[in-house]
């Protein structure tokens, strides 16, 4: 039977979530733990990767296990206690024979935080930005990233994937309360995301609210293709994937 694992990490001490040869990572810890737990290799499949310390509020990942419901129940609260102190498991649902982590996502969303004023609370999690920013003119900017357009200019050189058109439906800045005052988020879903697209964005998002590029410049960007256009991306430690959106079918395990 398949299982989606949702888990929540801090990433600041992970070279990402993709297992590699050296170094350590979530899929690499989530897959020791549950091996050593079970007597066997076990793999997971993600909903997709993070970079080097990007965080996640709620990763999906699949995998496959045979065992009855209450041994599930067993393996929750085990695994809720020997995973290692930077990942946390949220919830263990089942879902369809077929479903899919990455491929059967319809949506995704990621936050990032930014900082106009210093916290040594908040350092791995929230971006200094210790400028005036304009967030208005970066909303301004950010609303021209709304529908399906071809974000070459904001993805990450020699990407393997097949197309860099996304769709996205949300992309706005907000005053945010979660990491005390002087702090905003900026929020975008898409469909897909393609490597380093969310950082390149909010870094090119800063030029914009220092003045130093105008809003409509976002539009010229797009249809350019060029990456060499796209502004510094912007640290890691900010960004957060927030959410992950299936499908409503795959869980009717049942059918």
Known sequence: MRYFLYIAYDGTDFLGWQSQPEGRTVQGELELRLSTMLRRPISVTGAGRTDTGVHAARMACHLDLNLSGKEIEQLTYRLRRFLPPDIALLEVRRVTADAHARFDAVSRRYGYHVRTKASPFTRKYCTLVPETLDFGAMNEAASHLIG???????????????????????????????????????????????RNMVRGIVGTLFEVGRGRMEPSAFIDLLTARDRSLCGSSAPSEGLFLEEVTYPASIFDFDQ
């Open 148 to 194: 399906e357009h071809d974000f070459t200019t904001f993805s990450k050189k020699h990407s393997q994937v097949k197309t860099h058109n996304c769709t996205v439906t949300e992309a706005k800045w907000e005053r945010d309360s979660s990491f005390g005052e002087s702090c905003y988020t900026f929020h975008i879903t898409a469909n897909r995301f393609l």
